[in-house]
């Protein structure tokens, strides 16, 4: 998809975001703006692409460079503007790969100057392929020569904490409340419903939460009506069509309270 059409679509989704949170679409387009106009980012991440191609040419290393931040999908932007928009103190993804989304969010906390990210993987290498979703396959499996989140910059690593292991078993132990949660794990139903279910007691009641991948099962929609959420769905612009794939849930949405005190009477 041109890069033009790209950032058409990408402002249609930013709408629809603005419009969910309750926010001014200004204020949205102006952090958008504001990420497009970030040399100091970009140029980071092309010095890790310049990198990681000597090893590795599947995926965002495809490119050769990344003239824009579009070419990450519209995910990780509605990621750094949740994050600058919310100011959040801990924030928690599972599932790194390369570091796309850990990029993102770092970058806005550095702008922020606030906050830190606790990122939880497993790299793929380490898991037995029959316990993988089928749609992922090898794909994300840590290339010989680069470490899981190789697109991550040294300059933004000083508010990351990466955990080497499952998200089921480390999440119990995170003694924090979350103020915004990214799921980037294991997108079967089973795991998706076991992991939402660890992180419900650990969200920050202000929260918000993002999910990768929704259409690979019913786990988060499925979570969702049980928790009487309302989620927004965003479509994935230019990088896989227009296909269903982020799903966003503010945990205080005023659909959801209304819902709640309905339902109590």
């Known amino acids: 998809m041109e890069a033009k059409l790209c950032r058409e679509l ?3 989704s930013l709408e629809l975001l603005a419009s969910y949170l309750g926010v001014e ?8 703006k504001e990420l497009l106009d970030d040399s100091q980012f970009l ?22 460079i990344l003239e824009s931040v579009d070419w990450m999908s519209i995910q ?3 990621l750094y503007i949740l994050v600058r928009l919310y100011h959040p103190d801990i924030c928690l993804e599972t599932g790194v790969f390369y570091g796309g ?4 969010i770092l970058n806005a906390l550095r702008k922020n100057d606030y906050g830190a990210l606790i990122s939880i993987d497993l790299p793929g290498n380490e898991i037995d392929n029959s316990l993988r979703h089928h749609l992922v396959g090898n794909t994300e499996d840590v290339p010989d020569g680069l470490g899981t989140g190789f697109m991550v910059h040294n300059a933004l690593k000083s508010r990351w904490v990466f955990i080497k292991g499952d998200s089921l078993t480390e999440i119990p132990k995170i003694d924090r409340k979350i103020d915004l949660y990214v799921h980037d794990s294991d997108h079967s139903f089973k795991f998706v419903m076991h992991e939402m279910s660890l992180m419900w007691d650990k969200m920050n009641s202000k929260g918000v939460i993002l999910a ?4 690979w099962s019913n786990g988060f929609y499925t979570f969702c ?5 309302y989620p927004l769905i965003i479509t994935d612009n230019g990088k896989s069509g227009l296909r269903a794939r982020t799903g966003i849930v503010k945990l205080n949405h005023p659909s959801r309270l209304k819902y709640d005190i309905v339902g109590n009477r």
Do not use: P, W
């Open 25 to 32: 679409l200004k204020t949205v387009q102006v952090l958008y």
């Open 212 to 215: 990768d991948d929704v259409d």
């Open 225 to 229: 009506s049980r928790k009487s959420l």
């Open 43 to 64: 140029g980071e991440l092309n010095e890790q692409l310049r990198t990681a191609r000597e090893f590795y040419r599947e995926a965002i290393c495809r490119h050769e």
């Open 101 to 104: 989304n850990t990029s993102f």
């Open 76 to 78: 990780r932007i509605i």
């Open 10 to 12: 990408n402002n249609m």
